[in-house]
């Protein structure tokens, strides 16, 4: 029994009848579910938005998929989905709201957190990003000495850099390309170098994007910015026309020498790796212009509506989430692949790692018990077909169950030249190869019919059996992101809620900041620092002798 009077999660009904339907299932080939059923291809399909979604790869069958929802239900997914979407505090140890979804809702929608309505203050963020957005790509809003602003640096890190820094990429081809949008990150001073290296500091505009605004990487790679643009304009005034900041605090703003009428705000029920369709899109809409911007927060909110509204059989972000805890706990799998077929999308699993793994990379329970089931997988991925010639041969004939997620879209983007596009097709005759392959394998007496020599048949078999979702849209737009995006939010929302595990905070990365702001001092001083181990002792001093200190 938990503290707060639920059953344990893996005692309930729900669950034993789940691991015993997994061994009920152990011999059922994928091959002998779509030979049991002609129309699995069809049946086993949803719709979101522009979404096409085909889970009929998946080792479940309807009996499977009843289970799971019974589990959902017991566990009581849509109530605290209610919650969320009511800003209720779900991120319970830090007594927050979780309201991304707010950051999309429409003008008219009233969502309260403490008795307060924070919509109307979204709309007044966008409105004054649009503004500034508009300014910049127009020309209007210049550098210190006059000069047009060609080049804007986005300064952050995590979520005030993942969410922008990928739908970027994603959205390259609608961009302004007469400007230069880089993204800096890494405490390294190598990320500034090169961001900056080429460039005319009086055509740079540096975007300060930090939740907190006591982020070290951050302050520190804004530190620097600032001198580097000093150095070269020699005006403090400087600052007000070449940096802008993107926070929830003011205070650390205006400390840090930044006009908080130059900031745009956001809020503490934003969790930082839900942040991007916050003030800290601000860079990206730069990049692509206010008005695809907002049809990217449409894209969300289709996505967003259907999972608030869409009974459990037909609401997708439930079916993914589910799928992910039957390969995690009845499966063991590990891991969770994502394979977006789109080389705009390169950025893409980059982000949800973030987003899925600090939010369900949790061992304890909401009532802060240790969970006696798996939790959040590791999340990785590039995209194909690179991949294919890389890493695919483990997950074809490998020893572990890699659950994957295929993304592709039927139309290359407008801009490619005719040629290009014509390519296309055989980008995505593999993308549909990958997963037949993945799902049907190849059996023995099929390699054997090829003529192959017995000694090779076992090298050469593909069991198959290796689950797959395909997420198949038309075309790669603002508005397909938005939904791809909230796609995953929700699915990664879902099994926390299974899982009873807090989602929204991200306690596990404190330890490493609080132990490396105790050792700099002993890398740049030799200072004697107490409780340091013999190991990271010895590497310390490895480190000052190679440093000739
Ligand atoms: O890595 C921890 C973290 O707190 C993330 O959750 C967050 O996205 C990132 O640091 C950056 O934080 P901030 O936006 O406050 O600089």
């Known amino acids: 029994m938990n503290a707060d009077g639920r059953t344990r999660l893996n005692q309930t009904p729900e669950w034993t009848a789940l691991a015993k339907h997994r061994e009920e299932l152990a011999d059922t080939h994928l091959r002998d579910l779509f030979a049991a059923d002609p129309a ?25 998929l009843r289970l799971l929802r019974e589990l959902a239900a017991a566990t009581d997914v849509f109530g605290l989905r209610d919650a969320m979407f009511r800003g209720e505090k779900i991120n319970v140890t830090e007594n927050r709201a979780v309201l991304h979804t707010a950051l999309r809702a429409p003008r008219d929608a009233v969502i309260e957190v403490d008795g307060e309505n924070v919509v109307p203050a979204v709309h007044a963020v966008l409105d004054r990003m649009s503004d500034f957005a508009d300014r910049v790509r127009s ?143 601000l860079s990206l809409m730069i990049a692509i212009g206010p008005d695809r911007f907002r049809e990217m927060l449409d894209g969300f909110r289709i996505v967003d509506d259907h999972f608030r509204t869409a009974p459990a059989e037909a609401n997708v972000p439930l079916l993914l989430g589910l799928l992910g805890i039957w390969y995690g706990s009845f499966h063991d799998a590990q891991s969770h692949a994502v394979l977006p077929y789109s080389h705009y999308l390169s950025k893409f699993t980059a982000y949800l790692q973030q987003l899925d793994m600090e939010s369900n990379g949790k061992s304890v329970a909401r009532d802060g018990r240790p969970v006696e089931w798996q939790t959040g997988p590791v999340v990785w991925g590039t995209p194909g077909t690179n991949g294919q010639h890389a890493y695919y041969q483990l997950i074809h004939q490998g020893t572990k169950l890699i659950p994957a997620d ?26 549909f190869a990958q997963t037949q392959a993945l799902a049907f394998g190849k059996t023995a007496e099929e390699v054997r019919a090829e003529g192959v020599p017995e000694e090779q048949v076992a090298h050469r078999t593909f069991h198959g059996d290796h689950p797959t979702t395909t997420i198949l849209a ?12 909230a796609l995953y939010e ?20 404190e330890l490493g900041k609080v132990l490396a702001k105790r050792v700099e001092p ?28």
């Open 406 to 431: 295929f993304i592709g879209f039927a139309e290359p983007v407008a801009e490619l030249s005719e040629e290009l596009k014509a390519q296309h097709d055989l980008l995505m005759a593999n993308f």
């Open 139 to 281: 020309g209007e809003w210049t550098g210190h000495t006059g000069k047009r602003i060609k080049n804007v640096i986005n300064i952050g890190i995590g979520g005030s850099d993942l969410g922008p820094a990928m739908a970027y990429e994603v959205l390259r081809s609608f961009t302004d390309r007469a400007l230069t949008v880089r993204f800096v990150s890494n405490v390294d001073g190598a990320d500034l170098h090169e961001a900056t290296r080429d460039l005319d500091p009086a055509e740079t505009l540096f975007i300060i994007a930090s939740k907190t605004f006591t982020t070290i990487e951050t302050i520190t790679n804004a530190t620097s910015a600032r001198q580097w643009l000093l150095a070269a304009l020699g005006d403090e005034a400087a600052v007000a026309k070449h940096f802008v900041a993107l926070s929830t605090n003011a205070e650390k703003v205006a400390e840090f020498g930044i006009d908080t009428a130059n900031m745009f705000e956001f809020w503490d029920w934003v969790g930082g790796r839900y942040s991007y369709d916050s003030a800290i899109g």
């Open 474 to 485: 038309r075309k790669l737009t603002p508005s397909v992101l938005g939904q791809l995006i």
């Open 40 to 64: 699995r291809g069809t049946g086993y399909t949803l719709r979101v938005g522009d979404l096409y979604i085909d889970y009929s790869k998946h080792l479940v069958t309807d009996e499977t």
């Open 490 to 509: 929700h699915k990664v929302f879902v099994q926390g809620a299974v899982w009873n595990i807090d989602s929204f905070d991200q306690w596990g990365v």
């Open 522 to 549: 002993a890398l740049t001083e030799g200072a004697d620092v107490p409780g340091l181990d013999a190991s990271t002792k010895a590497l310390v001093a490895a480190y000052r002798e190679l440093r000739g200190r």
